[in-house]
């Protein structure tokens, strides 16, 4: 899983006062991509990767909505590191 002094310096953010709303996110970001279905048991350095891409998301975005903007999909990016790792993970059984 990321730190948070790498999401910090990923988010160019050199305060602490949004230190525990960002461990928040890093704790939400790993099961949002678990429980996607994403490992980072093969690539943990992408696993990482999409952990600030979606961190970011959540970070920048804390409002549910934006007047004037268009809501959209995940961010190309993330979706092709997230499939990437799906691919990469191990199957599970299901026995």
């Given at each position: 899983m990321v730190e948070l002094e790498d999401v910090k310096g990923?988010?160019?953010i050199d305060f602490n006062e949004d230190d525990n709303?960002?461990?928040d996110c890093i704790?939400?970001?790993d099961q949002f991509?678990?429980?996607a279905g994403?490992?980072?048991a093969s690539a943990p350095e992408l696993y990482n990767q999409a952990q600030k891409l979606l961190i970011s998301n959540m970070y920048e975005n804390r409002v549910p909505v934006?007047?004037?903007s268009t809501s959209s999909a995940l961010d190309f990016s993330l979706q092709t590191i997230m499939l990437q790792l799906k691919a990469d993970a191990p199957a599970s059984d299901s026995t």
């Open positions: 990923f988010l160019r709303l960002i461990n704790k939400a970001s991509l678990k429980g994403c490992s980072d934006v007047v004037g």
